[in-house]
């Protein structure tokens, strides 16, 4: 049984920040949307590229009334190493993400396959949710590649917004 469907509320989300503060979805207060998205970690170049994009694109997201946050397991000197050694500065990086935790989002978990990926780490996965904390959209990945596109989703943001668009794939 998925643990994620449309117009059902999201499942708890709370992680430490390489801003040095807690973030926890619950607090979230965003004019349209939250957009999570859940990043392998600093071993993953398919990270380093989108996360790169995401940051190039982010003042077009907040335009949107979108707010944005990106998560991984690894912890804290990762992140605050992501932050420094990839160009995500307008990012809000999430660190310490629970493999339990992750699965309560849907997300698939890898094996570490060498001494450069951790012992285990989870899929990417991107969620839309909605002010009132319910899923709007979500995107589950196997693999690090077939990501969606930051351009994409801020159309279909557009076209969302402009038509009141139900979230769809609750049945």
């Not at 049984?1 to 965003?30: C, F, H, S, Y």
């Not at 009334?65 to 990762?78: P, Y």
């Not at 999430?94 to 989002?105: M, V």
């Amino acid at each position: 049984m998925k643990n994620i469907l449309p117009r059902k509320e999201a499942p708890q989300l709370r992680v430490q920040t390489a801003k040095g503060v807690e973030w926890n979805l619950k607090d979230e207060n965003p004019e349209n949307f939250t957009m999570i998205v859940f990043y392998r970690g600093i071993h993953c170049p398919v990270c380093k590229k989108y996360l790169t994009e995401l940051n190039s694109k982010i003042s077009e997201f907040q335009e949107r009334g979108v707010n944005v946050i990106c998560i991984s397991a690894n912890n804290e000197e990762l992140a605050n190493k992501t932050v420094e050694s990839w160009d995500v500065d307008q990012l809000n990086i999430g660190y310490g993400l629970l493999t339990e935790d992750a699965r309560k989002w849907d997300l698939y978990i890898s094996e570490g396959l060498n001494d450069k990926e951790p012992e285990a780490f989870f899929e990417p996965g991107l969620f839309l949710i909605k002010p009132d904390k319910t899923v709007y959209a979500a995107s589950i990945q196997s693999m690090p590649f077939a990501r969606p596109d930051f351009g994409d989703i801020l159309k279909a943001i557009d076209f969302v917004l402009d038509k009141n668009y139900p979230a769809r794939g609750e049945a």
